[in-house]
Every structure is written in structure tokens, then in C-alpha cells.
């Protein structure tokens, strides 16, 4: 049954999550794309792009958006895959926030705790290398296309650059040219991503 | 009670981005508007909201309204952050799984999934940073990077492992 199915796997993915929205895109892809095949890797990829576009939490949007397209390619109703979205959505807030809960009410006892500290530190460094393995996971063909002097690898890798560069500049870049102040503030993740679209839709046509 | 809603609501409402993008007008509800909370308190409930496991923006609401209000506290506030987001993620969901085959689409999505990839790979860097992550202990993340790409290995198991190794690791230098 796709429900308790989807339901148990984003309870297992809200208490495994570290590091936010980001921490997150590796465990949904290894529990949705390649234990449950939900969905396929170049769908997933989309999600992740709309649900950073849309307001509020990440990690809530993907959850919601990933169990209502698990739910359809069931075969179910859109109607049923609505109910799918909200029973991942419950079930990625509940673990999370019943030990943050639990959390407030001993916190005073545990709060200088090494073993509780040595853990910490230890999750921040593996989370750095999970938040890796999602962006490497998504690097193949869904995403870039065959490997070669084509149009769309081309352009992919292209767009890449472009981005990786966009959003590692400072956050204002000033210069004076021909006595007039140019001034360009860092693109925000939505705009690069419209702008990525854009390029798209210029380069494969419409 | 409703103004645990309210609050929450606008947070999760005015929003893109998620998260870390969260944190300025947090600070202003919480902070500055409704006082529920001193300066001091705030960042200490971020940190403590980042290293928890879960959604931070949901952790934060959990939080706060608990300890306002208790449990039904909690329970307003989180449904504030998430009500908006909820319906607008799934409306996009109902449009883009309608309009999945269509032509136009997949090409502005040809488009964003190199900038999707480069969006989550840029970010590494600057939590490498936070985590003190240097030339003796860069290992760590690396092994645990390669074993969930090449391996498909699950990072609920990296996370226990490295949960373990933290404490025995911890334990063993006393």
C-alpha cells in the first residue's frame, strides 16, 4: 500500500535530515528514486528546483511535491495523490518536532553534554560530505545530457559555470568605468534559476 | 495562540528559499515584534534548531510555540509556516505533472537542471568552512560523499555511523 509506504519513508527522512533543505535532497533521492523508483532522477531534479522557487521551507515543499508525484505514478487520482503530499508532509514534521519537544523540556540537564557535542561535531563534518554526493548524484545525464561537443552539454556545462560563479561572487561588486559607478548585487538562487529556464527555453527552442 | 499562527504564517508565507533565507524576518517577529524571545535566546534557538534533525524553519516554529504555549503552541505555529507553502507547492505540482510530456517545458527544465546541480554543489564550500573541516579530518566527508554517489549506500546509515564513531571517538579521548 503506496500510502504507509510513503508515509513510514518521509518519517524516516524527517529524523535523518541534517543540515536543512540542502541535507535532505540526498536522502529523498537515495529513499524515492532508487529504493522506492517513485519517480526518476531528472523529475526529482525539477522538484528540488520548483520547491526552492516556491515560499516557505524547502524540505516541506519537496516533501509535499514528492508525494503527490510518487502517489500519481501509482496510478492513483490527483485527488488521492493530494492526500499523498499531506501524509508526507506530516510525517517529515513529526519525528523532528516531537524530540525538539523533548529537547526543550530536559534541556537544562543536557545542555554541556560532551557525548551530546562529540555526535554534534561529527554529524556537521558527514553532512558536508552528504550535501556533496547530492549535487554529484545529480551530475549525469538527466541533467547535463550525453557527453560530448553537443548542443546540450554544451549549454549545460555552460549554465553550470555561469551559476557556480554568480553565486559565489560577493554580495555587491562595485566598479567605476568611464567615471560612472556600475554597481551588481549576487543574484538570489530564484533568479538563476528563472534566468537558467530562460536560457532553455532560447537555446532548445519552443 | 493566533498570533503564534500569525507570526509563523508570515514567516513561512514571505519566504523563498527556505531556511537560512528565514532567519532575518524571524528575527523580526520574534524579536523585535512579539518580544517572545531576547536576542540572546534567539540565536541559542537557532543553533539548537540547526543541529536537530529535521526542517530548521519547522524546528523553529516547534519550538517557539512551545514554548509560548505548549504543545497546542507548537502545533499553531507549525501549521502557520507550512499552510501557504503547502498549497502553492502543490498547486505547481498538480500544473507541471499535467504539462510533464509537453515540449516547451522540458526544455526550460533542460535548461535549470545544470543550475539546480551547481545550487546544491556551491554551498559545500561554505558549510566545509563552518564545520572546521581541514586536511586531517577531510576524510570524513569524502568517504561519506563517495559511499552515497558510487554505492548507493543510504546517508541514514552514514548519519548512524558517524553518530557512533562521534561517541565512541568522544569517549576514547577522555
Known amino acids: 500500500?503506496?500510502?504507509?509506504?510513503?508515509?513510514?519513508?518521509?518519517?524516516?527522512?524527517?529524523?535523518f535530515t541534517?543540515?536543512?533543505?540542502?541535507?535532505?535532497?540526498?536522502?529523498?533521492?537515495?529513499?524515492?528514486?532508487?529504493?522506492?523508483?517513485?519517480?526518476?532522477?531528472?523529475?526529482?531534479?525539477d522538484i528540488f528546483a520548483i520547491s526552492q522557487m516556491t515560499p516557505g521551507p524547502v524540505g516541506i515543499n519537496v516533501a509535499t511535491y514528492a508525494g503527490?508525484?510518487?502517489?500519481?505514478?501509482?496510478?492513483?487520482?490527483?485527488?488521492?495523490?493530494?492526500?499523498?503530499?499531506?501524509?508526507?508532509?506530516?510525517?517529515?514534521?513529526?519525528?523532528?518536532?516531537?524530540?525538539?519537544?523533548?529537547?526543550?523540556?530536559?534541556?537544562?540537564?543536557h545542555r554541556?553534554?560532551?557525548?551530546?557535542?562529540?555526535?554534534?561535531?561529527?554529524?556537521?563534518?558527514?553532512?558536508?560530505?552528504?550535501?556533496?554526493?547530492?549535487?554529484?548524484?545529480?551530475?549525469?545525464?538527466?541533467s547535463f545530457g550525453v557527453v560530448g561537443y553537443n548542443r546540450r552539454f554544451i549549454t549545460s556545462v555552460c549554465i553550470f559555470i555561469a551559476v557556480v560563479v554568480l553565486s559565489m561572487m560577493p554580495k555587491k561588486l562595485t566598479t567605476t568605468f568611464g567615471g560612472r559607478q556600475?554597481?551588481?548585487?549576487?543574484?538570489?538562487?530564484?533568479?538563476?534559476?528563472v534566468l537558467s529556464g530562460a536560457v532553455g527555453l532560447l537555446v532548445y527552442g519552443w | 495562540m493566533l498570533s503564534l499562527f500569525v507570526s509563523f504564517f508570515k514567516i513561512g508565507t514571505f519566504t523563498i528559499g527556505g531556511g537560512y533565507a528565514m532567519i532575518p524576518l524571524m528575527q523580526r517577529e520574534i524579536v523585535e515584534r512579539r518580544q517572545w524571545l531576547d536576542e540572546?535566546?534567539?540565536?541559542?534557538?537557532?543553533?539548537?534548531?540547526?543541529?536537530?534533525?529535521?526542517v530548521f524553519a519547522v524546528n523553529m516554529a516547534t519550538a517557539i510555540g512551545y514554548r509560548q504555549k505548549g504543545l497546542w503552541g507548537a502545533v499553531s505555529a507549525v501549521l502557520g509556516a507550512v499552510a501557504v507553502p503547502i498549497v502553492i507547492i502543490l498547486l505547481f505540482a498538480v500544473v507541471f505533472n499535467t504539462f510533464r510530456d509537453n515540449v516547451?517545458?522540458?526544455?526550460?527544465?533542460?535548461?535549470?537542471?545544470p543550475a539546480v546541480v551547481a545550487l546544491i554543489a556551491v554551498p559545500v564550500f561554505n558549510m566545509a568552512r563552518v564545520a572546521h573541516v581541514d586536511w586531517r579530518n577531510c576524510w570524513i566527508p569524502i568517504v561519506a560523499a563517495l559511499l552515497i554517489w558510487l554505492f548507493d549506500v543510504s546517508p541514514v546509515w552514514v548519519i548512524l555511523a558517524a553518530a557512533a564513531c562521534g561517541f565512541i571517538y568522544g569517549r576514547a579521548a577522555e
Open chain 2, 40 to 54: 540572546k535566546s534567539f540565536m541559542e534557538q537557532i543553533s539548537l534548531s540547526q543541529a536537530m534533525p529535521g
Open chain 1, 18 to 45: 541534517f543540515g536543512g533543505g540542502l541535507g535532505m535532497v540526498a536522502l529523498i533521492q537515495n529513499e524515492v528514486v532508487v529504493k522506492h523508483h517513485w519517480m526518476t532522477l531528472a523529475e526529482f531534479t
Open chain 1, 1 to 15: 500500500m503506496i500510502f504507509i509506504e510513503l508515509f513510514f519513508t518521509f518519517l524516516k527522512i524527517g529524523i
Open chain 1, 68 to 109: 503527490y508525484t510518487a502517489v500519481l505514478h501509482a496510478g492513483y487520482s490527483p485527488a488521492w495523490a493530494v492526500v499523498g503530499s499531506l501524509l508526507a508532509s506530516v510525517a517529515v514534521i513529526l519525528l523532528p518536532a516531537l524530540l525538539m519537544v523533548a529537547v526543550l523540556r530536559f534541556l537544562s540537564a
Open chain 2, 104 to 113: 516547451v517545458v522540458e526544455h526550460i527544465f533542460m535548461g535549470i537542471r
Open chain 1, 112 to 142: 554541556e553534554n560532551r557525548d551530546v557535542r562529540n555526535v554534534m561535531s561529527a554529524l556537521s563534518l558527514v553532512v558536508v560530505g552528504i550535501v556533496a554526493a547530492a549535487a554529484l548524484v545529480l551530475v549525469g545525464e538527466s
Open chain 1, 182 to 193: 556600475f554597481s551588481l548585487s549576487r543574484p538570489s538562487p530564484i533568479v538563476l534559476i
